[in-house]
């Protein structure tokens, strides 16, 4: 069954702009992750927070974590057309390491 | 490096017709998944190979769908006969000797995916 489920589905924001996506999941898990995928290429691992985390930083990324909600945050700050892409959360649980994937956010940033 | 290479990046057949995908992982990668994504909904975890040997075949849809990894190397996924509802991108990836980081987190290394439509 579907783990992670993102929102918005889509996103539109000017360059310069952040980008805020969230994620939501059902069970426990031991970590979360954030992939994005440019058109026609594969999903490029982002960041990775674990169960006893609650925020992380790289580079323009932010992510945050709240076990109690079973929800994650990314935030990417100063969008640049680059980051033009779907952005998908992962999660893993218990002793089970198989990632599971929602529908993805589609985020456009316009110049 | 060489990442996870897919091939074909896209195949176009019939009903009932048969396709095979294959996936090369990362060199030394024992595990290597297949996921599946359709029509924009949720990607799909379809099953996965611990070297030759099948560790998780819970989400293959049914038994029109073959995978193998003779060898422990590269990995096929066999549509037989293809439906409509087959259609798709089917990604697969890898990553290394138990799958773990020193964090305990299973990071995966993508391929491009082969996009399946079945008309």
């Known amino acids: 069954s579907q783990q992670g489920e993102e929102d918005p589905q889509a996103l539109s924001i000017q360059e310069g702009e952040n980008a805020t996506m969230n994620c939501s999941y059902k069970t426990s898990i031991n970590n979360l992750q954030w992939y994005r995928q440019n058109s026609g290429r594969g999903l490029v691992h982002l960041i990775l927070?674990?169960?006893?985390?609650r925020e992380k930083h790289s580079g323009r990324l932010r992510v945050t974590l709240d076990t109690s909600k079973k929800s994650s945050s990314l935030l990417i700050t100063a969008s640049r057309a680059a980051d033009t892409a779907s952005y998908f959360c992962?999660?893993?649980?218990?002793?089970?390491?198989?990632?599971?994937f929602g529908a993805g956010t589609t985020v456009t940033v316009r110049a | 490096e060489a990442g996870v290479t897919q091939f074909p990046s896209h195949s176009v057949i019939e009903k009932g017709q048969t396709v095979t995908l294959r996936c090369d992982p990362i060199?030394?990668?024992?595990?290597l998944y297949w996921y599946r994504r359709v029509m924009g909904k949720e990607i799909k975890f379809l099953l996965h190979f611990v070297k030759e040997s099948k560790q998780d075949e819970s989400g293959m849809p049914n038994n029109r769908f073959l995978a193998e990894r003779t060898g422990g190397t590269y990995s096929t996924l066999k549509v037989q006969p293809a439906e409509l509802e087959d259609s798709g991108v089917y990604f697969c990836?890898?990553?290394?000797?138990?799958?773990?980081?020193?964090?305990?987190?299973?990071?995966?290394?993508f391929g491009a995916g082969s996009r399946l439509t079945v008309l």
């Open positions: 927070i674990r169960s006893n985390e």
């Open positions: 060199s030394g990668h024992d595990n």
């Open positions: 992962a999660t893993d649980w218990c002793n089970d390491y198989k990632l599971s």
């Open positions: 990836a890898s990553s290394q000797v138990g799958g773990l980081l020193a964090s305990g987190a299973n990071v995966l290394t």
